[in-house]
């Protein structure tokens, strides 16, 4: 199998770890939603539009839409930063909070359900491709 087979393997892999189906009742049990990964971004702290479309790799009218929805409901707010009025950035609420967290709850009850026995080996390894892609996008931004 060459990197691109493995490419695309894994990622239906992760895409499907990621949303949650289950190898036991073949369902889908959690999304991993655009509004889930604003929420998860937003948690490690405030982003402006700009770094939320390069960051998700959205479309500028998607994630327009998405946010005003989640202004709404209140899980978001935005705020002005700095003197120009068109700056604006986005915050995570407690209630955007709390509904990521049962989000990732969720996600890890699905994840031990699916791959119990093999969940150590499984974390110590995705430690290791998170660092190397972390290491890789820090090389990136210093370019």
């Not at 990622?11 to 990621?18: A, S, T």
């Not at 707010?77 to 990732?104: C, D, F, H, M, P």
């Amino acid at each position: 199998m060459d990197i691109s087979e493995k490419l695309v393997e894994l990622r239906i892999d992760l895409e499907r770890l990621c949303d949650g189906f289950s190898t036991v009742d073949l369902s889908k049990n959690v999304i991993l939603s655009t509004r889930v990964k604003i929420l998860y971004e937003l948690k490690i702290h405030d982003r402006n539009p700009g770094e939320l479309i390069s960051t998700l790799c959205v479309a500028k009218s998607n994630l327009a839409n998405i946010i005003k929805s989640m202004i709404d409901d209140g899980v978001v707010t935005s705020y002005k930063s700095g003197t120009n009025l068109k700056n604006v950035n986005y915050t995570i609420t407690q209630k955007g909070i709390n509904e990521l967290n049962a989000y990732l709850d969720r996600m890890s009850e699905c994840f031990y359900n699916n791959f119990a026995g093999d969940t150590m080996q499984l974390s110590s390894k995705m430690d290791e491709i998170l660092r190397i892609l972390n290491t890789k996008k820090q090389g990136e931004k210093n370019d």
